[in-house]
């Protein structure tokens, strides 16, 4: 038995060798997701606080209080205004194109003060029609900063209040959920392109074949380039954290050997998809068409690119099922959340079940040639 966990050490060891000596996987299997994590964070911190409205501002008015509205647009951060614009119609033209949000207008007589001192004036929005929700959400924006210049002039207390109150929990950003579905695509990668694209190149060169004329037991091999994928995988997935916490302020508030142990874990489940298709499939023509018909739906329906739960009720259903889903619900859990490894017992034991049955299949379709 000793000299069987020997013979996997050294497999292990040549195929993790292999790996880092190999610039085009350490491109695909480290600095690749990356460089999604660049991009799918910058999106995520864009969409978050730093929401504004690109809006065109015309005083007609040139009152002392249309002054002040006009000071108030201008440095608000939820509004952007272009400056260059003067003129209706060239708002107009700018809002058919799709190149501003509104367009605000303050009417000559804004800001026009009554009998008794008190001013009076109505501001006009313009939006597309197919631009509603952000008109009224800008509406109702503008709206909510007059009402504070209006208790200057008059003062009213309603019957019906609303207090707001903020909960003790807190809530997901967007780059917690870009980050764990980013997660799952490395693991994807490493545990699926990584034996897909090996094993085949391995047959064609006749290495494999000249293995299987050897002691060398299939149950050895897997177990080889489990470790080797999970030492490869890990550093992948170590370098993203690094990033995502230096770059992109990501709080882990999870424990980080609960989420090492995780990791490991996943890795070596969708890696059964991989040892799988790269153990069935002849050359790269049957390998390449299979694992993307795979992976593919796996990226769109598990949370990968955005979150489960802006799908229909019943995708969500049926994506709960699938093996990268778990990966990425207790991925987000334990970083984001701070759950426990008992906490998401139901993300494990259904990653458990996929692993009996992966590889259940891998085993019985591996080919040495």
């Known amino acids: 038995m000793r000299k069987r966990l020997f013979t996997v050490l050294v497999f292990a060891r040549l195929a993790t060798k292999r790996f880092f000596r190999d610039r085009l996987a350490l491109f695909f299997g480290i600095l690749f997701p990356v460089l999604f994590l660049f991009v799918f964070g910058a999106f995520s911190s864009n969409s978050g606080s730093n929401t504004h409205f690109n809006v065109a501002l015309i005083n007609y008015a040139h009152t002392p209080l249309s002054r002040e509205a006009t000071g108030l647009i201008n440095h608000s951060k939820t509004f952007k205004v272009n400056t260059s614009i003067t003129t209706v119609a060239e708002a107009k ?138 030492i490869t995988g890990m550093v992948s997935l170590l370098v993203m954290f690094v990033v995502a916490i230096a770059v992109f302020h990501l709080k882990v508030t999870g424990n980080y050997l609960s989420i090492a142990l995780f990791m490991v874990y996943s890795i070596i489940a969708i890696l059964g998809i991989g040892l799988a298709i790269g153990g069935w499939a002849k050359n790269e023509r049957q390998a390449a068409p299979l694992s993307n018909i795979v992976v593919f739906p796996m990226l769109f329906l598990s949370g ?10 019943w995708l969500q259903t049926v994506s709960t099922y699938l093996p990268l889903t778990p990966v990425i619900d207790g991925a ?3 970083t984001t959340e701070g759950y426990s490894l008992l906490q998401i017992g139901p993300q494990i034991g259904l990653l458990t079940g996929w692993i009996i049955i992966i590889y259940f299949i891998a085993f019985r379709v591996f080919q040495w040639e």
């Open 332 to 334: 987000r859990l334990l």
């Open 93 to 230: 033209s700018k809002l058919n194109e799709n190149q501003l949000d509104g367009l605000i207008i303050l009417p000559i007589n804004f800001g026009k003060l009554l009998v008794g001192g008190k001013p009076t004036g109505t501001a006009q929005v313009y939006y597309t029609i197919n631009n509603i929700q952000a008109g009224q959400t800008l509406t109702a924006v503008l709206s909510a900063q007059f009402s504070a210049v209006n208790r200057h002039y008059v003062s009213y207390s309603g019957p019906l209040k609303v207090n707001g109150q903020a909960t003790a929990n807190k809530s997901l950003t967007p780059f917690d959920y870009t980050f764990a579905g980013l997660l799952g695509f490395s693991i994807a990668g490493i545990g699926i392109f990584g034996p897909v694209n090996v094993f085949p190149e391995l047959k064609k060169q006749g290495i494999l074949r000249r293995l299987h004329t050897t002691p060398l037991k299939v149950w050895q091999y897997f177990t080889a380039t489990m470790i080797a994928q999970a």
């Open 304 to 313: 990968t690119f955005f979150p489960r739960y802006l799908m229909p009720h």
